[in-house]
């Protein structure tokens, strides 16, 4: 009974893509503030900064980094000794810079390239809840790391003209990684971002994507709220640049709505 107990107390470690191949349409500032939110809800949780872009890693207010995600995935460096803390409570990352540019050339002669991330992965102590991964705007081999790596799929939509377009080329990824590389990958939600309730297009948009997606999308939209673009420059979360704002009240309640999906 008591083996029993302590294997139930083990932490379940999820792992979470947050992917959309096309730019612009909230996936960072998803990544920063709901893992920022999670933690604010005391869920231990780590971010990996899988985009060359690395705005993850200055949203969550870290500049040069000194060893990043690239040293991992080409094995100069152990993944611990990458993992830094942030100034969000509870949030940990793995840094990402330019140097993950030209990784896709070095890696072409390398073999099952698309699991270098998820070898690494269980090294990591198992305290984090949740582990979340920002993907760049493209099907790179980083993002097929990423979703290889993963347990789920966290799907940002921008409420924009042409919302749906790129919806089922972006389906046919995640279908074709099911079949071969991740049969396990599971749609953790749809997500509304930039949500303006001025406009009918925003809620032309909101029906279209519930008639396609149905119970998968959350019920937390995110509304279209400056003071979500202004934080990134303070290298602060929405949780703490302004924890009243429309946009920390969104991801606050996006972050209810994960932990409270994981206990069904
Ligand atoms: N809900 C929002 N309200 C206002 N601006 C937003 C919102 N979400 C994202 N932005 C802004 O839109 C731009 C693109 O968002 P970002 O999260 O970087 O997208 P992606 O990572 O998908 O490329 C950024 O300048 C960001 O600050
Ligand atoms: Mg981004």
Redesign the pocket.
Known sequence: MKIFDAFKKKKEMRVIS?F?Q???????????NLASALGFNKKKVLVIDM?P?G??TS?LGVEEPEVTIYDVLTHEKEINDTIIHTKSKNVDLIPANADLCGLEIELLSVDKKEYLLKEELPKIPENYDFIII?CP?SLSVLSINSLVSSHSVLI?I?CEYYALEGVSQLMNTVNIIRKGLNPELEIEGVLL???DSRNNLSEDVKNETENYFKDKLFDTV???????????SFGESIIYYDKNSK?AI?YLSLAKELIKNRRK
């Open positions: 947050v959309n096309k730019g612009g349409v909230g996936k960072t500032t998803t990544v920063v985009d872009q705005n993850s949203g920002d705007p940002p921008q971002t930039m949500y995110i509304p279209r709220n400056i003071r979500l673009a202004e934080a990134p946009g969104a």
